[in-house]
T-cell receptor, first 113, second 112 residues
Framework: KAGVTQTPRYLIKTRGQQVTLSCSPISGHRSVSWYQQTPGQGLQFLFE???????NKGNFPGRFSGRQFSNSRSEMNVSTLELGDSALYLC????????????FGPGTRLTVL | LAKTTQPISMDSYEGQEVNITCSHN???????ITWYQQFPSQGPRFIIQ???TKVTNEVASLFIPADRKSSTLSLPRVSLSDTAVYYCLVGDHSSNTGKLIFGQGTTLQVKP
């Protein structure tokens, strides 16, 4: 069974631009969560989607948004990029009911110049 | 969600057993304890999860005392490839939330 895939793996943008990251969960997993990882703040929860609906949201500004499609694939968007948005963005999927065990993708490394 | 406290870093040598202890004094009745491993520039990987006493799988063992205020991840006979950051998480598994709260984690350095 294929793991969680994320595209692109690396991305370089400039301040003010917007970016869209994509995540394909493990087949059969309907829950997809997004995390941001930086050296200073560590791993922080962004949001979770289940059945195309946002179910949980972390403490991030409205510039961070996401969506989920009917096939459970998810995208997250960051608008008006700031230097501080440079981070590793991780996507994780899980089976419904399996709260503790999530399967993470390799991440997208975003650099904002 | 209960806060967890772990050592920032640990050193070990190949072949040794490594024990990483996590403190979670405010753990709630419905909370489970979960450990993840993360290598540089990769996503975290689930290692083990438990509620009480001892849990063992092919990778590690998890020891949880009766009061559940702490837990110890035990890695038998570590190798250089076990060098990674290890995170202890506590979460309510009755809430059906996918939100995981990661602390600083413990950076384990295995030396030859």
């Amino acid at each position: 069974k294929a793991g969680v895939t994320q595209t692109p793996r690396y991305l370089i943008k400039t301040r003010g631009q917007q970016v869209t990251l994509s995540c394909s969960p493990i087949s059969g997993h309907r829950s997809v969560s997004w995390y941001q990882q930086t050296p200073g703040q560590g791993l922080q929860f962004l949001f979770e989607y289940f059945s195309e609906t946002q179910r949980n949201k972390g403490n991030f500004p409205g510039r961070f948004s996401g969506r989920q499609f009917s096939n459970s694939r998810s995208e997250m968007n960051v608008s008006t990029l700031e230097l501080g948005d440079s981070a590793l963005y991780l996507c994780a999927s899980r089976l419904q009911g399996a709260q503790g065990e999530q399967f993470f993708g390799p991440g997208t490394r975003l650099t904002v110049l | 969600l209960a806060k967890t406290t772990q050592p920032i870093s640990m050193d070990s040598y190949e072949g040794q057993e490594v024990n990483i202890t996590c403190s979670h004094n405010n753990i709630a009745t419905n909370d489970y304890i979960t450990w993840y491993q993360q290598f540089p520039s990769q996503g975290p990987r689930f290692i083990i999860q438990g509620y009480k006493t001892k849990v063992t799988n092919e990778v590690a063992s998890l020891f949880i005392p009766a009061d559940r205020k702490s837990s110890t991840l035990s890695l038998p006979r570590v190798s250089l490839s076990d060098t990674a950051v290890y995170y202890c998480l506590v979460g309510d598994h009755s809430s059906n939330t996918g939100k995981l709260i990661f602390g600083q984690g413990t950076t384990l350095q295995v030396k030859p």
